[in-house]
Structure formats: structure tokens, C-alpha cells
């Protein structure tokens, strides 16, 4: 199910590392280098290096398996889906700038956004993402569809823009998705704990509208949604399956597909999906498969979720109850305010860049108690404090809740000041940059007067967020 022209570079980079070995061995080359050539030798030495490595770690996997573990039996290009049946499954026709379209899937993960992946996106200028439709790109079939432009994509940073590493991206709906009918639900995304050790040889499912085989497929089987069934397969074996380089152990996951069962042309940003105690979690999203085609038996790769988690929770502004990471919102003022002398907006960070603000001046505002005995405050109240650095503050409440998502403020050590009920969702102002850094997000159950560090929301973990939803 993986994207044609992620087929077509995997095809490319086998040519690519063959020539560069072959050229390794016999080019004598010319008897005068310059500093270039120097450098192109260093390269290639530690890339023979690299492969010789990769070469003898794999040795142990030439000989492929002859017996599949017990799976339920699909064809090639699985079964089909009814309807509400995968009610998160997400299909995207997307135009190219030089006019082309292209065919992806992907994963509604909140009411207002879609999960994919980066190959899919990074080209396109504008596109139609349909939800709870089993045919594909029907209008009539689907519960919702939204038309989107390059302005709702939001591409992980550090993808290159190709090949299948940080291949992952989001679709910023214009308006909230509807749950309807049952068919429409999203998926929740993998927990921490979802890792390699624990989901190897677990049965899992992806699906998506792609090509059932490597035959030519009838229009009409085209256009409707199939799962497959499979399993996750160990980690090495997949790394020693694809060329060096272009499956990392820490941020991919494989499945294994015996019986020709996988991912094909047409799925690519689609879904995979484990099954937890009565949920599904989605702790993949399909990236590439092997350029020999779909029904060889070979692996399909996904990127991992649960090594990006703070990325789209960052990006969706999905809060954490357990940890109170991201507490954050946003409440949108119909009419819009006129600004004066006493209305103003406030000053963000302009970027998510870390800036170390322990020990400076922070200015608490809001209309809390002012004691641990009183009541909410009819006016408003400010209080000086000082940033106190993370690890002392995490000294207090843990590391699992202060995390790089937040910051923490205290008064010196004689007073008593604090933020009380109340104040949750107020600014914490820096003094010398005049911006708003931080949002009141909660104190010690101590009290307001024992002088404990208070925990805030970091901004600039937010601020990509805030910009996409208000702009």
C-alpha cells in the first residue's frame, strides 16, 4: 500500500548504493586529487564501512522463513471494510502543483485532525480529505469530506522531503469533524508504553483504499476500503531486509507480509492499528514497502507513533490529563474586540526555540483567592515571583509531570506568595522580553501560602498550535 513514487526511490537507492560499491572496487581513479576527491573517498570508505557492518549483523537472516505464525488468512489485498467499520480511516485525493493527483490514506486522531504521511502532503497545494466513506473519493458514500490547501498542512520539521524517514503529517480540518452516524470516530493514539518489546508478534490491521496486488486492479475494486490483517515483525529483521539506512530502529515499525499480506501503491499515511483491551490504538503510519512490489512477501515499514507523540500532541494541542502536559485552550471572542488604551492583545514567543528563563522576573495576574481561607478576589491581583529551574521544580512534583512542557515559578524563599483558586489560565509574564511565556496551570495541594513552586504551561511548546488554529 506505500506511495509509487516511494516505490521508485527505493528502487533508486538500490542502483544508487550498488554502483557506489561496485565503483569502490574497481575505480583506480586519476593520479592527481584535490581536497573534494579527498573528502568523496572519506565518504565512500565509511559508507563500505557501514555497509560491511550492516552486512555481517544480517548475515543471520539470508535465508527467509519458511512457516507463517498463525494469522487470520486474507488475499493479497485483504478483505473489505463495512461501513463504520474503521470509522477513523481517513481517504485524501491530493493535487500536485504541476497538476497531478495522487492517492493516500490517513487517521482522524481528533475532531479536527488527520494524521499521514509527510511523502503525501509535501508536494501537494490543495486536496479533499473524506471521512466514514467505504468508496473511495465518493461524495455521496462519505459522512464528511472537506476541501484543504497547503495552508492546513503541517509537516514534521525535520522530514527531507523524501524517502521514509520523520515521514509524518498533519491535515488541519476547516471545521470540526462530525461524528456521524457511527462512522465517523477518532482513533486514539498509541500509549508510551506500546513499544517494540511488547507489540512484536502481535497481531495488528492496517487498511486503505491502495492496489490489492501487483496485477492490474478493476476500477471498481479500487475504490473500496480493505484491511488486512498481519503481524509485527522483529526489528533487525526488518532493518536487514531493506538496504542500510533506510529503516531506523527507533522510529519505524514493520510488519512481516507472509502470505503476500501488506501495504500497497495508493496507502501510504494509512494506518496501523492495534487492538488493547477493548480499544484500537494507532501505533503506526504506513511509510514504504520493498520496490519489488506488494505480493513478494516483504515487509511493510510505518512511521512509529509513539516516537513522535510529543510532536502531535504539541501540533493538535491534545492535553495530557495524567501528566498535565499541553493544558492549553483557546476561546474564540465573536464579535472581535476593538483594541484601546485597556484591550490589547498579548505578546507570544514567536517561535518554539528553547530559551532558558530560570531565575528571571515573571509577573502573575488573575482574580484567585488571595488566601487559603478566602474567597475569589473581586479585583485584580498581580504577584512577583522568579522562574525556578525544572529539575528542582520536578524535585517537588516529579519528572513525570514536569516535563519540557513546562515551566515553574516561586517566591523567594521567606514568602508565601503564589497563585491560588482561581487563577488557573492566567499569564505569566516576563518581565524583561514583555511577553507572555506561561499559562497558570496548577499548584501544590498543599495549599496557596506554603510557598511551593507553581506549575505553568510553557508557551512556546503551544505556540505552533496557537498560530495554526488562529490563523
Not at 59 to 84: F, H, M, Q, W
Not at 143 to 163: P, S
Not at 333 to 345: S, V
Amino acid at each position: 500500500m506505500q506511495y509509487c513514487a516511494v516505490l521508485l526511490l527505493l528502487l533508486g537507492l538500490s542502483v544508487v548504493l550498488v554502483r557506489v560499491h561496485t565503483y569502490g572496487g574497481y575505480y583506480k581513479g586519476d593520479s592527481t586529487h584535490s581536497q573534494d576527491d579527498d573528502e568523496a573517498d572519506a565518504d565512500l570508505r565509511r559508507w563500505q564501512e557501514g555497509y560491511e557492518q550492516w552486512r555481517r549483523r544480517c548475515a543471520k537472516y539470508d535465508n527467509p522463513p519458511t512457516e507463517e505464525p498463525p494469522v487470520s488468512t486474507r488475499i493479497a489485498g485483504g478483505s473489505l471494510a463495512t461501513p463504520g467499520m474503521l470509522p477513523y480511516q481517513a481517504g485524501l485525493l491530493l493535487r500536485l502543483a504541476n497538476g497531478d493527483g495522487i492517492q493516500c490514506g490517513g487517521s482522524l486522531i481528533t475532531q479536527r485532525f488527520v494524521l499521514t504521511a509527510a511523502h503525501c502532503v509535501f508536494d501537494a497545494v490543495e486536496g479533499r480529505v473524506f471521512l466514514g466513506a467505504t468508496r473511495y473519493a465518493d461524495e455521496m458514500d462519505a459522512a464528511e469530506f472537506y476541501n484543504v490547501t497547503k495552508h492546513d498542512f503541517r509537516i514534521y520539521e525535520d522530514y527531507l522531503g523524501y524517502g521514509g524517514y520523520n515521514d509524518l503529517a498533519l491535515i488541519r480540518l476547516p471545521r470540526t469533524g462530525r461524528e456521524s452516524r457511527g462512522r465517523v470516530q477518532p482513533i486514539a493514539l498509541a500509549l508510551e508504553f506500546m513499544q517494540q518489546a511488547l507489540l512484536e508478534e502481535q497481531p495488528v490491521s492496517t487498511s486503505g483504499w491502495g492496489r490489492l496486488g501487483d496485477k492490474p486492479r478493476s476500477i471498481e475494486e479500487g475504490n473500496l476500503l480493505h484491511y488486512v490483517d498481519v503481524r509485527v515483525l522483529e526489528q533487525e529483521r526488518c532493518f536487514c531486509y531493506f538496504l542500510p539506512g533506510l529503516v531506523s530502529e527507533q522510529r519505524h515499525i514493520c510488519t512481516d507480509g507472509l502470505g503476500n499480506r501488506g501495504g500497497c501503491e495508493g496507502d501510504s499515511g494509512g494506518p496501523l492499528v492495534y487492538n488493547w483491551r477493548n480499544g484500537s490504538y494507532l501505533i503506526g503510519v504506513i511509510t514504504f514497502g520493498s520496490a519489488a512490489g506488494c505480493e513478494v512477501g516483504a515487509p511493510t515499514v510505518y512511521t512509529r507513533v509513539t516516537a513522535y507523540l510529543h510532536w502531535i500532541r504539541r501540533e493538535t494541542g491534545q492535553f495530557n490529563r495524567n501528566t498535565l502536559d499541553f493544558d492549553a485552550g483557546l476561546i474564540k471572542l465573536t464579535p472581535k474586540l476593538n483594541f484601546n488604551f485597556f484591550i490589547g492583545p498579548a505578546k507570544l514567543p514567536a517561535t518554539s526555540e528553547f530559551i532558558d528563563y530560570t531565575n528571571d522576573l515573571v509577573i502573575i495576574s488573575g482574580w484567585g483567592a488571595t488566601s487559603d481561607t478566602s474567597g475569589v478576589s473581586t479585583v485584580l491581583n498581580t504577584v512577583k515571583m522568579h522562574v525556578y529551574a525544572n529539575n528542582l521544580c520536578a524535585d517537588y512534583y516529579g519528572s513525570d509531570i514536569i516535563t519540557e512542557h513546562k515551566i515553574c515559578a516561586k517566591a523567594n524563599n521567606e514568602e508565601t506568595k503564589s497563585t491560588c483558586g482561581g487563577d488557573s489560565g492566567g499569564p505569566m509574564y516576563h518581565n524583561s522580553s514583555e511577553t507572555v511565556i506561561g499559562i497558570t496551570s496548577f499548584g501544590s495541594i498543599e495549599g496557596c501560602e506554603m510557598g511551593a513552586p507553581v506549575g505553568f504551561t510553557l508557551i512556546r511548546s503551544v505556540i505552533n498550535w496557537i498560530n495554526l488554529v488562529t490563523n
